[in-house]
């Protein structure tokens, strides 16, 4: 489905590029200094006292530099308050793929270059919108548009109709009675106050837990996140499972529960309303979360594969109807309003610009060469593609930031990796990690036609597969690195417990075999090769900035970032200079044939 067209492709940007030395020759703009990470103080344990540190140890080196000379806000500050938000084939992702790559040749790297990936579909950018009720008071609203949402014809001037279906029989009375509407989808969310704080370090049980964690095969641990391609909710489907997660609905309900969604949807759509409004799955307090606009089509249900692939928003000729997500308190005001037979009027105004003359995305991708092993290959990195209702700060700017930066480090003391060191900056992961995956099916193997297995034997494995060490990711938030999951590979444990021990004081001593899931790891993980996920603090991520319109840079945390960044380099160095490769873990047997994917639809 996903291929690489080369590098060449990368070049039609000349335009953008020639004004590259004027916009970003000079450090960034200098931005609002970022909080600071509160402190929470570990128990005392008494150790045997450490041999001093010598001026010259690498790691003591990375230290210093990360600490007292760190460009990771800096970096952070030009791709969120500067490029601003990153949405999958957008002018402002291709934009921050040409920055980073020339920052990154601007520090020495080498190799520094754009390689595509794709067909992906349409760019889209939002031009303009405003929204608030007209009638029968003026009423501001705080609302985003989703995501390759089409725009609205001039401003709309509409009745408000509330779509209060609960099961099929109830589309009667909608009949005729949509057309050219602006419905609300959904009934009125809950709103609870909030008992608990919207931010957390991992406590030491916390961090216990991980650590004892069963082997993979059961329940996956770690922060839960979609993992395959993301597939947008249709206007009224139940909401995702957020942190908390509420008791899942038993799989029949939840099957019955989608397929009403989908004849909604569709239902609407027939019926000729002009603008669909969701309720924030989540959020509070004026933070929204919102993705990407949702396309009438047949429910996807987990462990069963749909023949052909489910239409997306951005593909170039689909059609959507116009959609925003709305503030869960002035959501559920409108509804209650309706209720008591209030008429509502609002206007909206909604105007966006597609771009589809390139369908191809791009991974930035940037070399330290190596010395003596410079054919094998350590790698790096994290996505660069971002939700568009914030500036895509703790989700993943960050990542891409620390990942600069621990190369950086590398660059600037000239510590010469034996390995090349390779960074890459994915795209199109919100989607479904698919520039990670297309990457590693150019480069190292692709997967045979349902294939998961690394032992399958459709799988084309590629000369460059033998010459990876590992890839490490960062794409957790904002938090400071715990540890590591291991990604259910043991032989790892007792080198990452090394390289771990002079990070103790940091905070950074756990080791699970879990695996997590829903980021770039997976698509190295996926064919056998060593891809790990740093285990972070959670800080406040699903509460308040994960894909959300807050996820901006004040919401960073300037010491974690720091942290990761020094851990992230001292990774990437020790596994470079190791005599050997990082350990493998052993081949799964491929699938019975016939069996389907225990991922299909996931």
Same mark, same amino acid.
């Given at each position: 489905?996903l291929?690489?067209?080369?590098?060449?492709?990368?070049?039609a940007?000349?335009g953008?590029?020639?004004?590259?030395?004027?916009?970003?020759a000079?450090?960034?703009?200098p931005t609002?200094?970022?909080?600071?990470?509160?402190?929470?103080a570990?128990?005392e344990?008494k150790t045997?006292p450490?041999?001093?540190?010598s001026?010259?140890?690498?790691?003591?080196?990375?230290?210093?530099?990360?600490?007292?000379r760190?460009?990771?806000?800096a970096t952070l500050?030009?791709l969120?308050?500067?490029?601003?938000?990153?949405?999958?084939?957008?002018?402002g992702?291709?934009?921050?793929?040409e920055?980073?790559?020339?920052?990154?040749e601007?520090?020495?790297m080498?190799n520094?270059?754009?390689?595509?990936?794709?067909?992906?579909?349409?760019?889209?950018?939002?031009?303009r919108f405003?929204a608030?009720v007209?009638?029968?008071?003026?009423?501001?609203?705080?609302?985003?548009?989703?995501?390759?949402?089409?725009?609205?014809?001039?401003?709309?001037?509409?009745?408000?109709?509330?779509?209060?279906?609960?099961?099929?029989?109830?589309?009667e009375?909608y009949k005729?009675?949509l057309?050219?509407a602006?419905?609300?989808t959904?009934?009125?969310?809950?709103?609870?106050?909030?008992?608990? =704080?919207? @931010?957390r370090?991992?406590?030491? #049980?916390?961090?216990?837990? !991980?650590?004892? &964690?069963? $082997?993979?095969?059961?329940?996956?641990?770690?922060?839960?996140?979609q993992?395959?391609?993301?597939?947008?909710p249709?206007?009224g489907?139940?909401?995702?499972p957020?942190?908390?997660?509420?008791?899942?609905?038993p799989m029949?309900?939840?099957?019955a529960q989608?397929?009403?969604?989908?004849k909604k949807?569709k239902?609407?759509?027939?019926?000729?309303?002009?603008?669909?409004?969701?309720?924030?799955?989540?959020?509070?307090?004026g933070?929204?979360?919102?993705?990407?606009?949702s396309?009438?089509?047949?429910?996807?249900?987990?462990?069963v594969?749909?023949?052909?692939?489910? =239409?997306? @928003?951005w593909?170039?000729?689909? #059609?959507?109807?116009?959609? !925003?997500v709305? &503030?869960? $308190?002035?959501?559920?005001?409108?509804?209650?309003?309706?209720?008591?037979?209030?008429?509502?009027?609002?206007?909206?105004?909604?105007?966006?610009?597609?771009q589809?003359?390139?369908?191809?995305?791009?991974?930035?991708?940037?070399e330290?060469?190596?010395?003596?092993?410079?054919?094998?290959?350590?790698?790096?990195?994290?996505?660069?593609?971002?939700?568009?209702?914030?500036?895509?700060?703790?989700?993943?700017a960050?990542?891409?930031s620390?990942?600069m930066?621990?190369?950086?480090?590398l660059k600037?003391?000239?510590?010469?990796p034996?390995?090349?060191?390779?960074?890459?900056?994915?795209?199109?992961?919100e989607?479904?990690?698919?520039?990670?995956?297309?990457?590693?099916?150019?480069?190292?193997?692709?997967?045979?036609?349902?294939?998961?297995?690394?032992?399958?034997?459709?799988?084309?494995?590629?000369?460059?597969y033998?010459?990876l060490s590992g890839?490490f990711?960062?794409?957790?938030?904002?938090?400071?690195?715990?540890?590591?999951y291991?990604?259910?590979?043991?032989a790892?444990?007792?080198?990452f417990?090394?390289?771990?021990?002079?990070?103790?004081?940091?905070?950074?001593?756990?080791?699970?075999?879990?695996?997590?899931?829903?980021?770039?790891?997976?698509?190295?993980?996926?064919?056998?090769?060593?891809?790990?996920?740093?285990?972070?603090?959670?800080?406040?991520?699903?509460?308040?900035?994960?894909?959300?319109?807050?996820d901006?840079?004040?919401?960073?945390q300037?010491?974690?970032?720091?942290?990761?960044?020094?851990?992230m380099a001292?990774?990437?160095?020790?596994?470079?200079?190791m005599?050997?490769k990082?350990?493998?873990?052993?081949?799964?047997?491929?699938?019975?044939?016939?069996?389907?994917?225990?991922?299909a639809?996931?």
């Open positions: 489905m291929r690489i067209l080369g590098t060449a492709a990368t070049l940007v000349a953008l590029i020639g004004l590259v030395p004027h916009a970003w000079q450090a960034p703009v609002p200094p970022a909080a600071e990470a509160e402190k929470k570990e128990p344990k045997e450490e041999a001093p540190k001026p010259a140890d690498p790691i003591e080196r990375i230290k210093e530099e990360g600490e007292k760190s460009q990771v806000m500050g030009t969120t308050d500067v490029i601003g938000p990153r949405l999958s084939g957008s002018p992702l291709k934009r921050a793929n920055w980073t790559r020339y920052q990154m601007k520090w020495g080498e520094a270059h754009l390689e595509a990936w794709g067909p992906f579909g349409r760019g889209w950018t939002l031009k405003s608030q007209i009638e029968p008071q003026c009423i501001p609203l705080i609302a985003v548009p989703k995501a390759w949402s089409p725009s609205l014809d001039g401003v709309l001037t509409a009745e408000v109709v509330h779509f209060d279906v609960k099961a099929e029989a109830d589309f009375k005729g009675k057309k050219g602006i419905v609300l959904a009934p009125a969310p809950d709103v609870s106050a909030r008992f608990e =704080p919207l @931010a370090r991992r406590s030491d #049980k916390d961090l216990l837990d !991980l650590a004892d &964690a069963p $082997e993979p095969g059961g329940p996956r641990e770690g922060r839960p996140r993992v395959t391609p993301q597939v947008p249709v206007p489907a139940p909401a995702p957020q942190a908390p997660q509420p008791p899942r609905p029949g309900d939840m099957r989608m397929e009403l969604a989908a949807s239902f609407l759509a027939d019926e000729g309303a002009a603008l669909l409004i969701d309720p924030s799955r989540n959020g509070d307090g933070t929204l979360f919102v993705q990407s606009a396309v009438p089509g047949p429910p996807s249900f987990l462990g594969t749909l023949p052909g692939r489910r =239409p997306q @928003a593909d170039k000729d689909v #059609k959507v109807i116009p959609q !925003l709305m &503030a869960k $308190e002035h959501y559920n005001r409108l509804v209650r309003m309706l209720a008591v037979g209030e008429a509502i009027k609002m206007a909206v105004d909604l105007a966006v610009e597609f589809d003359e390139d369908l191809n995305c791009y991974n930035t991708v940037a330290i060469p190596g010395t003596d092993l410079k054919d094998e290959v350590v790698m790096l990195g994290g996505h660069l593609d971002s939700w568009h209702g914030g500036t895509g700060a703790t989700d993943n960050v990542g891409c620390v990942a930066e621990a190369a950086r480090i600037a003391l000239d510590l010469k034996r390995r090349t060191v390779r960074v890459a900056l994915w795209t199109g992961e989607q479904g990690i698919f520039g990670s995956k297309a990457y590693v099916d150019e480069h190292f193997r692709k997967r045979g036609p349902g294939g998961e297995s690394a032992a399958e034997e459709k799988d084309e494995t590629k000369p460059e033998d010459k890839y990711n960062l794409d957790n938030g904002t938090g400071k690195i715990r540890g590591v291991l990604q259910g590979n043991e790892v444990r007792p080198i417990r090394r390289w771990l021990r002079p990070f103790k004081e940091m905070g950074a001593q756990t080791l699970s075999i879990a695996n997590t899931g829903g980021t770039d790891h997976l698509s190295f993980d996926a064919v056998g090769l060593p891809g790990f996920q740093f285990i972070q603090d959670e800080i406040e991520y699903d509460t308040r900035t994960h894909h959300s319109n807050m901006v840079y004040d919401r960073a300037a010491d974690d970032l720091k942290q990761a960044s020094i851990i001292a990774f990437v160095y020790n596994a470079a200079m005599d050997e990082l350990p493998r873990k052993p081949a799964r047997p491929a699938r019975p044939e016939g069996r389907p994917s225990a991922a639809g996931n």
